[in-house]
């Protein structure tokens, strides 16, 4: 024992024979004999000046003090385990850099994430968030997840989710039992509008009744999907949002629908990447998983209509 501190062979061997109580059944687990586990346990014990286990009737017995070094080793042990595969894993680790609207990314791709890390623990998924449409500009990124009209020119890719909806929300406060609003509670509550939406409740309302409303109250406006969402939940008024980005909120119960009234999304969610890259592993295991992930999402709101 060098400086106080014990060989780490030997605390293993001691951990797992306190651990099954059976020097053979540590031999086994670390796959060294019965006689090395007894030599190296008996080692630690003199070095230690401590009895660790009682030899009783052929069995092993902790001491007290056996008991206790045992927790705190064991604790320590799987320190070091956690600590050599982080250190493996970062080395043999990918970086994919998506950049990614900033609401999208909030609302529906980071709750999902884990899911793939648990699938690809070599893949580390860097979510760049962007706002405006000119994501590749620097050219810095492996792939992107943006709403928009069509696949962008050069840009190799597919549609992830293309029927979205966006449904009239409220927080629960505005809809008294439950129940939806009528035109004149629509027509007096504050309107929230968001930048990449300008025309949607004129569109909702010509959809609706075929003419324009008489909106007489207040209209505050976010340049963020993600602000109009904490400014609904807020209970600041009604908003006209994309399914895709409101489902937890939905299901929270921190949003309701206000009115069953919907109109389609304008937009369609795509995943696009430069073509030299539709071969590179990694990015075609992420695009694999999302396309997984959108077609559970639609399915799950197919079942609840």
């Known amino acids: 024992m060098r400086r106080g501190v014990p060989s780490l062979g030997l605390l293993q061997a001691f951990e797992a024979s306190a651990r099954h109580e059976s020097f053979s059944k540590a031999a086994e687990e670390l796959s060294q004999t019965h006689g090395a ?3 190296k346990v008996n080692e630690l014990e003199e070095d230690l000046g401590v009895a660790l286990f009682d030899r009783v009737r052929q069995r092993l017995v902790l001491t007290p003090a056996g008991a206790e070094y045992a927790r705190r ?57 962007r706002d405006q449409p000119n994501f590749f500009d620097d050219s810095n990124f492996d792939a992107t997840l943006y709403f928009g009209q069509h696949l962008w020119a050069g840009m190799s890719g597919s549609a992830l989710i293309s029927d979205d909806q966006l449904l009239l929300v409220c927080s629960p406060q505005w809809c008294e039992n439950g129940e939806e609003l009528t035109m004149d509670d629509i027509c007096r509550l504050p309107w929230i509008y968001t930048r990449d939406l300008p025309t949607a409740w004129t569109d909702w309302a010509e959809s609706l009744v075929g003419q324009q409303l008489k909106h007489t109250g207040a209209a505050p406006r976010y340049d963020m999907f993600v602000m109009s969402i904490n400014a609904a939940t807020a209970g600041q008024g009604l908003a006209l949002l994309p399914r895709t980005l409101i489902d937890r909120e939905l299901a929270s119960g921190q949003l309701v629908v206000a009115h069953p009234h919907t109109i389609k999304s304008p937009s369609t969610v795509y995943f696009a990447y430069p073509e030299q890259r539709r071969s590179w592993e990694p990015l075609k295991h992420f695009e694999d998983w999302l396309s997984e992930a959108a077609a559970s999402y639609i399915s799950a709101v197919a079942r609840t209509k």
Not at 77 to 106: C, H, K, M, Y
């Open 37 to 39: 586990i007894c030599k």
């Open 73 to 129: 080793i064991r604790v320590n042990l799987d320190q070091i385990r956690r600590d050599t595969l982080e250190l493996v894993r970062s080395e043999n680790a990918v970086s994919l850099d998506i950049a990614v609207g900033v609401s999208f990314a909030a609302q529906w791709l980071v709750p999902r994430l884990q899911d793939f890390y648990d699938r690809h623990p070599e893949i580390r998924v860097h979510v760049i968030g």
